[in-house]
């Protein structure tokens, strides 16, 4: 079954709102966590990892203000995407991983309107 | 820093003839090459990996090969079927200041029955 759970799997929303995403790790303790970007038929890009108890590390070119990583506990991290326009719509997915395996979750479709 | 080259991004065989789909890596520190499988709409799922002590694995129709001094790797899907069809990402786990997987940019594998 999922390791890894994500919820929403998708949100339509109204430009300049916001929306939180959430992962959660189901089986085991995660120190760290990783959200990606997919856009149609491209390859997933690294926005961020997600650190347990501090602050997240961004990828170059990835605004922190404007995707707001939380990872509050060990078993969930939350991405909000804060004043989304339209070119926020994407595919986003999180992970963590056990060891060297990647384990994702199911993914969000966010549509900005 | 680590790219992951993918090849082909388009690929359509006959139901039962087999596939393969090539990635070459750029950082020879890499270790571990995991290859996952992604439907419409759904987050990846790990198909089959390999690591860099290794040359082969097999799973069933899945096998995945591994070349470390010409940096390449190889997925080969023997007698596919409708179900395989999807896209596929090879990546590449890599060390940059923490474990980081780069993915390849996709190949969008069609089995026509």
């Known amino acids: 079954g999922a390791v890894v759970s994500q919820h929403p799997s998708r949100v339509i929303c109204k430009s300049g709102t916001s929306v939180k995403i959430e992962c959660r790790s189901l089986d085991f303790q995660a120190t760290t966590m990783f959200w990606y970007r997919q856009f149609p038929k491209q390859s997933l890009m690294l926005m961020a990892t997600s650190n347990e108890g501090s602050k997240a590390t961004y990828e170059q070119g990835v605004e922190k203000d404007k995707f707001l990583i939380n990872h509050a506990s060990l078993t969930l991290s939350t991405l909000t995407v804060t004043s989304a326009h339209p070119e926020d719509s994407s595919f986003y997915i999180c992970?963590?991983?056990?060891?060297?395996?990647?384990?994702f979750g199911q993914g969000t479709r966010l549509t900005v309107v | 820093g680590e790219n992951v080259e993918q090849h082909p991004s388009t690929l359509s065989v006959q139901e039962g003839d087999s596939a393969v789909i090539k990635c070459t890596y750029s950082d020879s520190a890499s270790n571990y090459f995991p290859w996952y499988k992604q439907e419409l709409g759904k987050g990846p799922q790990l198909i089959i990996d390999?690591?860099?002590?290794?040359g082969e694995k097999k799973d069933q129709r899945i096998a995945v090969t591994l070349n470390k001094t010409a940096k390449h790797f190889s997925l080969h899907i023997t007698e596919t079927q409708p179900e395989d069809s999807a896209v596929y990402f090879c990546?590449?786990?890599?060390?940059?200041?923490?474990?980081?997987?780069?993915f390849g940019a996709g190949t969008r594998l069609f089995v026509k029955a």
């Open positions: 992970s963590r991983t056990l060891g060297t395996e990647a384990f």
């Open positions: 990546a590449a786990k890599v060390w940059t200041g923490g474990f980081k997987t780069i």
């Open positions: 390999i690591r860099s002590n290794v």
